[in-house]
């Protein structure tokens, strides 16, 4: 069973070009999260999504942030014109079905770490 | 709001000792408590979850235990080894997410 995939693993933008992360979760979970790592900084939770729902959107930054968690397909956290405070770990969780979100274990994934130049 | 404070920020000590690491949280209203081993450049690994009814959970040379009264949870690492040598984050799960603490930097010295 592979545990939660995350594409690219690194990737690089200038100022002003757009970030697509993928996730896909592991077999069976319903229940993806993203978090972010700013340099020198703890995890921050972003956003929880189930198929084709935004759960909890409280930490995703007002504007240039998007997600979607599609019916079929992996999980894409969107970045709109990045700037260089976007550059930071991105990292994707999963959950298995049933309970509320944050009753579950999550599984992380390896985490996209994301340049902007 | 939910605060975690992780102490000490880094810890370094000889290989052998058994150590302590701690996790302490502001709102008792928690689901599970877990408890991560991140590597520089890479993702987390989880460790041990301990979901709120519970006390305490083993996983061979690791003890995590809670207290949420007092809201505190404990990583006990025994017999530490080099390869223990790593960022131990620990992270309270609430309703929809969870929240992590800083982390402490272990550093295992042969």
């Known amino acids: 069973n592979a545990g939660v995939m995350q594409n690219p693993r690194h990737l690089v933008r200038r100022r002003g070009q757009e970030a697509r992360l993928r996730c896909s979760p592991m077999?069976?979970?319903?229940?993806v999260y993203w978090y972010r790592q700013l340099p020198e900084e703890g995890l921050k939770f972003m956003v929880y999504l189930q198929k084709e729902n935004i759960i909890d959107e409280s930490g995703m930054p007002k504007e240039r942030f998007s997600a979607e968690f599609p019916k079929e397909g992996p999980s894409i956290l969107r970045i709109q014109q990045v700037v260089r405070g976007d550059s930071a770990a991105y990292f994707c969780a999963s959950s298995p079905p049933g309970l509320a979100g944050g009753y579950n274990e999550q599984f992380f994934g390896p985490g996209t770490r994301l340049t902007v130049l | 709001k939910q605060e975690v404070t992780q102490i000490p920020a880094a810890l370094s000590v000889p290989e052998g000792e058994n150590l302590v690491l701690n996790c302490s949280f502001t709102?008792?209203?928690?689901?599970?408590l877990q408890w991560f081993r991140q590597d520089p450049g890479k993702g987390l690994t989880s460790l041990l979850l301990i979901q709120s009814s519970q006390r305490e959970q083993t996983s061979g040379r690791l003890n995590a235990s809670l207290d949420k009264s007092s809201g505190r949870s404990t990583l006990y690492i025994a017999a530490s080894q080099p390869g223990d040598s790593a960022t131990y984050l620990c992270a309270v799960g609430g309703a929809q997410k969870l929240v992590f603490g800083q982390g402490t930097r272990l550093t295992i010295n042969p």
């Open positions: 077999k069976g979970h319903s229940h």
């Open positions: 709102d008792s209203a928690i689901y599970n």
